[in-house]
């Protein structure tokens, strides 16, 4: 019947004193159906005719949490991307842009220095 029983019955066999009692009254409440099982698995279940509902009922949040995990991963990994791809862009811009303002510069010393010898 229930765990409850099942320890009424321990409670009633404890008077004796040997322990070999006590393990002949849970296999005789056992064997008698008294005591049912604490858990049932999903192993020893017979599939029913909402297997597939049950199955959803059971699973979607889990599943939803993953899948929302996974996307927001990968959007953190693609924004870090981007990121990365942006700054190395602009670095090599800036390194251009460095350098064609060092040529002006030479170029407009070069012309002004040809310009006062003349």
Known sequence: MSLAHALGVLRRTSHCCSRSSTGDALRRAAAS????????????????????????????????????????????????WVKLEADEHRAETDATIAELEKTVEEYQRAKNGAGKSS
């Not at 599939?47 to 959007?75: C, D, E, H, M, N």
């Open 33 to 80: 159906g008294s005591i049912s099982p604490a858990r049932r698995f999903a192993t020893k279940q017979q599939p029913s005719s909402g297997s597939a509902a049950q199955f959803y009922k059971t699973f979607t949040r889990p599943i939803g949490k993953v899948l929302v995990l996974a996307v927001f991963t990968y959007q953190v990994a693609y924004w870090t």
